[in-house]
């Protein structure tokens, strides 16, 4: 009996220290880096669903500078913002549309500052028309009098100077004549100068303030209207009519020059080197897997930055610095301005 109970003892203490010895080696021990038959082979199988194309495209890199990229209008995107902070009352065009320099986008609300114009113009035309129109006719009557007194006197003077030669008229008499004549002449000529004072604008100062104040109504008024900076394409429309807009805000009109198109493309600081204006180039879109869009580099920054276009990997680094490159396209048929494109320089150093 004794015996027994010391086998099963035996048994149980073989029993605990394999247990024990499995896990200490199981903790202790380093994960194979030999890998396994059937990991190499699961490695190399793909599978790519029908209709679709893997995402990692295998292009030449041989001598190529690649940088994700942005299709842009020709000198970028213009965002119109409006001045001042308003409702909008009216937009004048569509996504689409082309316009020219000047042409109105967008009206905000403007029935105060439209008030405020027509009583600065009111006020403008009195001062120049109103109660002093009187005054001038008046002032110029008063030195046409004058010139015909002037002239009676002088004709006067003359004939008694005539009579005094022939024995008709005293000295006296002559002497009167000459101070009358001289006396309507000075008259006249007094008369005539507030005459144009009066027709060239007595008030100078009162019609400079009302033409003033009419001016800054109209500033005030077409601050409301958004016109276009620039002759483009109106690529997108942020607001509504009726939405309240502010200069801080989102910019109410998104439009760019579409004659042409270019590709801006992020140039990783380690290959600035090896590209120059002029050097041949190409973008890749995934909308056209088999197409490569053609071009030239114009335009190569003058200071490093941060990435400006980034992708969905999630693994991509963007503490990198970049040098923003400009590549004119060829035929840009079928991209649009903001797609994503990859961009690919053919280095010439």
């Keep these: 009996m004794k015996l027994k109970k010391n086998w099963k003892l035996y048994i149980g203490g073989l029993v605990l220290a394999s247990m024990v010895a499995f896990i200490v080696r199981f903790v202790l021990a380093e994960p194979s880096t030999v890998p396994q038959e059937q990991d190499r082979v699961a490695a190399q199988r793909t599978s790519t669903a ?3 194309r893997d995402e990692h495209v295998v292009v030449p890199r041989e001598g190529l500078v690649a940088g994700n990229a942005i299709v842009e209008p020709r000198d970028r995107e213009t965002k119109v913002a409006a001045a001042v902070p308003g409702r909008i009352a009216a937009i004048a065009v569509h996504e689409g ?7 109105l986008l967008v ?24 109660q002093r129109r009187e005054d001038i006719e008046a002032t110029m009557d008063d030195a046409e009098a004058a010139r015909a007194r002037a002239e009676l006197s002088a004709e006067a003077f003359h004939r008694t100077e005539q009579a005094a030669k022939g024995g008709a008229a005293t000295a006296d008499e002559l002497d009167k004549a000459r101070r009358q004549a ?11 100068a507030r005459a144009r004072a009066m027709a060239a604008g007595s008030r100078y100062e009162d019609i400079t303030s009302a033409r003033a104040r009419r001016d800054q109504a109209k500033a005030n008024l077409e601050r409301l209207a958004v016109r276009a900076p620039i002759d483009g394409e109106i690529l997108q429309m942020k607001y509504r009519i009726g939405e309240y807009v502010t200069p801080a805000g989102d910019p109410l009109v998104v439009m760019g020059d579409t004659s ?3 590709v801006r493309i992020d140039v990783d600081e380690r290959d600035i080197g090896r590209i120059a204006v002029g050097d041949a180039a190409f973008a890749v879109a995934d909308a056209y897997p088999e197409k490569k869009f053609n071009g030239k580099v114009v335009e190569i920054g003058y200071r490093m930055g941060r990435k400006n276009v980034r992708t969905d990997d999630p693994t991509e680094r963007i503490d990198t610095k970049i040098l923003e490159t400009v590549i004119e ?3 840009p048929k079928g991209l649009v301005p903001g797609l994503r ?9």
């Design 50 to 52: 029908a209709g679709a």
């Design 97 to 103: 549309a082309k316009v020219v320099r000047g042409a």
């Design 107 to 130: 009206q905000l609300e403007d029935g105060p500052e439209l008030a405020a114009l027509r009583a600065a113009e009111a006020d403008y035309q009195k001062a120049i028309h109103g």
């Design 182 to 192: 001289d006396s309507d002449r000075y008259t006249f000529e007094a008369s005539e």
């Design 260 to 262: 042409a198109l270019r």
């Design 329 to 331: 396209l060829d035929d």
């Design 341 to 349: 494109v990859t961009g690919y320089i053919k280095g010439s150093k």
